[in-house]
C-alpha cells in the first residue's frame, strides 16, 4: 500500500508527474507551485521534497548543487492505490456502492454518464 500524501506533496508531485521530461529540476517544481498559486518558501520545498524521497515517490540524483528528482511511483499508480483505498474504506469495498452513489446523488454531468456506460460496455465486451 502506497503511503497517504499531503495536499501540498500531492500538488507537487502532480507538477513532477505533468512534466514531459523524465528528471525535474528543482526551480521547475517552485515555478510549477507558483503557477498554480501556491508559492513555497525554499526551505520548506526542500523538506516536502526529502519527505516525498523518504515515502518511496522520489528519487534524487545530485549534481554539481542542483538535484534531479525522478518518480518512483506514476500518477496511475497512486490513483489507483488512492482509489483502492477509498472504496475499502468508504464502500467496503464495493465500486457498484460507489457508481451508485454516483448516479443516485446526480453527481455525474450527463456527458459523464455516457461515457460511463460506454466504458462499462466494453469492459463487459472484453469477458
Avoid: H
Avoid at 84 to 90: G, Y
Amino acid at each position: 500500500m502506497l503511503p497517504q500524501l499531503s495536499d501540498t506533496e500531492l500538488e507537487i508531485m502532480k507538477i513532477v508527474w505533468g512534466n514531459p521530461e523524465k528528471i525535474t529540476l528543482f526551480t521547475y517544481i517552485m515555478d510549477g507551485l507558483a503557477a498554480r498559486g501556491k508559492p513555497c518558501q525554499k526551505n520548506t520545498l526542500i523538506v516536502l521534497l526529502s519527505r516525498l524521497m523518504n515515502k518511496g515517490f522520489l528519487s534524487a540524483k545530485k549534481i554539481g548543487r542542483r538535484n534531479e528528482y525522478t518518480t518512483l511511483i506514476s500518477e496511475e499508480e497512486y490513483r489507483t492505490a488512492q482509489t483502492k483505498n477509498f472504496l475499502d474504506k468508504i464502500y467496503e469495498g464495493s465500486a457498484k456502492g460507489l457508481v451508485s452513489n454516483l448516479i443516485m446523488g446526480d453527481l455525474l454531468a450527463d456527458e459523464e454518464y455516457e461515457e460511463l456506460k460506454r466504458l462499462l460496455g466494453k469492459g463487459k465486451e472484453k469477458q
